[in-house]
């Protein structure tokens, strides 16, 4: 626990470093087509991220998932900045929670490799398709959308049925090599596409799919996010679509939030708020659908 803690700390004070590093740099290099982040604008990405981070702490979901549509619905960044700069803010999230789960053991060493590994390659296939949608940002938000009705039904029917997931005391991952490799390739895509992979695909993959024990999954998924988010982070960095300076501002306020969801998880019902996020999730689908079909909805 204290190992736990001296590192989410140190964590912290580096991203707060690099923070204060980029913002006081003379020139920063920025996407033209986002505008400078003013206090109130930076003071919403923290708000946002750690919104998102206590969601993920409570539910074990919410990352990217949330971070992206508000910053691209209603901070007007363009969609493949969206996904780009809250990808790059999910390295520092899955180091910190990854790392949590390490120290403790709670994943699976054997699942771990071969997700993260053949995940990697997904993620280099992926990063090549979205560079190309780049130019097709209709579609992009369409792909968006198809890929956001996943978590929102998921997390309606958790909701309504109480998210009854079955129980298992086992410490490792069933599954073949060929099977984890194959999900991880997958997963490995759609977050070089669509820069989403953790909770929203690989905690109820290995769960349903591979009947996974919840605990281990929680800490096999950050962990694997490491590897998936760290490559697929940086080469959108070098593609030029990440605004690091709000990268940043969430990746900060993911980590506090993660760590205060986990201290109070015990106050909230998360099959309540797994409803509420759903129907969330839900409309954020339809408005990515409907906007490539040009029916703009509020």
């Known amino acids: ?14 991203i707060a470093t690099l923070v204060g590093y980029y913002f006081t740099r003379p020139q ?18 923290v708000v946002v991220g750690f919104s998102a981070g206590l969601l993920g702490g409570i539910i074990g979901t919410g990352g990217c998932s949330l971070m992206l549509p508000v910053i691209h619905f209603w901070m007007n960044y363009p969609a493949p900045i969206a996904v780009g700069t809250t990808l790059f803010a999910v390295i520092f ?36 398709i979205f560079l190309f949608l780049t130019t097709q940002t209709k579609l992009l938000g369409l792909i968006l959308g198809i890929v956001f009705l996943w978590p929102a039904l998921r997390m309606i029917k958790e909701g309504i049925f109480r998210g009854k997931i079955p129980t298992i005391s086992d410490s490792r991952i069933p599954g073949t090599r060929l099977g984890l490799s194959l999900f991880g390739f997958i997963v490995g895509v759609t ?18 799919l591979f009947h996974a024990p919840v605990y281990v999954t929680m800490g096999t998924s950050l962990a694997v996010m490491i590897p998936l988010a760290l490559v697929g982070g940086l080469i959108k960095l070098l593609q030029g679509f990440v605004d690091i300076g709000a990268g ?10 993660a760590q205060v ?38």
Request: no cysteine; hydrophobic share 50%.
């Open 1 to 14: 626990m204290l190992k736990s803690q001296s590192f989410t700390i140190f964590l912290l004070l580096l």
């Open 28 to 45: 920063n290099q920025r996407p033209e087509e986002v505008r400078p982040l003013d206090m109130f604008s930076g003071l919403v990405m």
């Open 93 to 128: 999230t899955a180091v910190s929670g990854g790392y949590g789960h390490l120290i403790r053991k709670n994943l699976d060493v054997r699942a771990t490799l071969w997700l993260g590994g053949i995940g990697v390659l997904g993620v280099l296939l992926g990063s090549w």
């Open 191 to 208: 977050t070089g596409i669509a820069g989403l992979g953790g909770g929203y695909a690989l905690v109820p993959g290995l769960i349903y």
């Open 248 to 257: 940043l501002l969430l990746a900060l306020g993911t980590i506090i939030g």
């Open 261 to 298: 969801g986990a201290a109070i998880i015990k106050r909230f019902k998360p099959a309540t708020l797994k409803l509420i996020f759903g129907v969330y999730f839900l409309y954020v689908s339809l408005k990515f659908i409907t906007g490539y079909f040009g029916i703009t909805i509020w």
